[in-house]
T-cell receptor
């Protein structure tokens, strides 16, 4: 079993829909990251969380430390949100453990 | 603009040849990392360096080598001993060892034919 599990693996949506991507982890962590990988391959950091909730534009990330679970929400989705979203955790210090990613496609 | 530069974006090599992937950062970060990404798998750590002239093996170091002669540079050599070298390679850096946030490059897609 992977230490970081994401669901769903693939997600399609119509423009404007509310989207949720889930991440569960089995190890103790110091921080959790949500990353975005576009088709070209480069990765951008969206959020780093250690508790609670963060919001940036149409993106919201939450984490429940007790339940070892995090969610990434996208409100009013747009085709430019199409990407792979990756959850990663810092188990100890700076080394990251990555989930396998959720591929999101938003259609006009 | 500060950032991490990986080059080239696409690389093709014949089987049995060594190949070196470049990673340069101008963020003045102490720590640098190399990850490998395969379809359907999460990124896996190949090597990391917490300070100049020092580096440690990650989870999948076999068949790879690195050097860290300068703070801003952390090249990765994929040797002929690496059995499945075709993959997407990502370089990352963080301000210092133990700092949780990482900054990523754009990646290099290596294809060995």
């Amino acid at each position: 079993k992977n230490e970081v599990e994401q669901s769903p693996q693939n997600l399609t949506a119509q423009e404007g829909e509310f989207i949720t991507i889930n991440c569960s982890y089995s190890v103790g962590i110091s921080a959790l990251h949500w990353l975005q990988q576009h088709p070209g391959g480069g990765i951008v950091s969206l959020f780093m969380l250690s508790s609670g909730k963060k919001k940036h534009g149409r993106l919201i990330a939450t984490i429940n430390i007790q339940e070892k679970h995090s969610s990434l929400h996208i409100t009013a989705s747009h085709p430019r949100d199409s990407a792979v979203y990756i959850c990663a955790v810092n188990e100890r210090g700076d080394k990251l453990i990555f989930g396998t990613g959720t591929r999101l496609q938003v259609f006009p | 603009d500060g950032g991490i530069t990986q080059s080239p974006k696409y690389l093709f090599r014949k089987e049995g040849q060594n190949v070196t992937l470049s990673c340069e950062q101008n963020l003045n970060h102490d720590a640098m990392y190399w990850y490998r990404q395969d379809p359907g798998q999460g990124l896996r750590l190949i090597y990391y360096s917490q300070i100049v002239n020092d580096f440690q093996k990650g989870d999948i170091a076999e068949g790879y080598s690195v050097s860290r002669e300068k703070k801003e540079s952390f090249p990765l050599t994929v040797t002929s001993a690496q059995k499945n070298p075709t993959a997407f390679y990502l370089c990352a850096s963080s301000p210092r060892a133990g700092y949780t946030e990482a900054f990523f490059g754009q990646g290099t897609r290596l294809t060995v034919v």
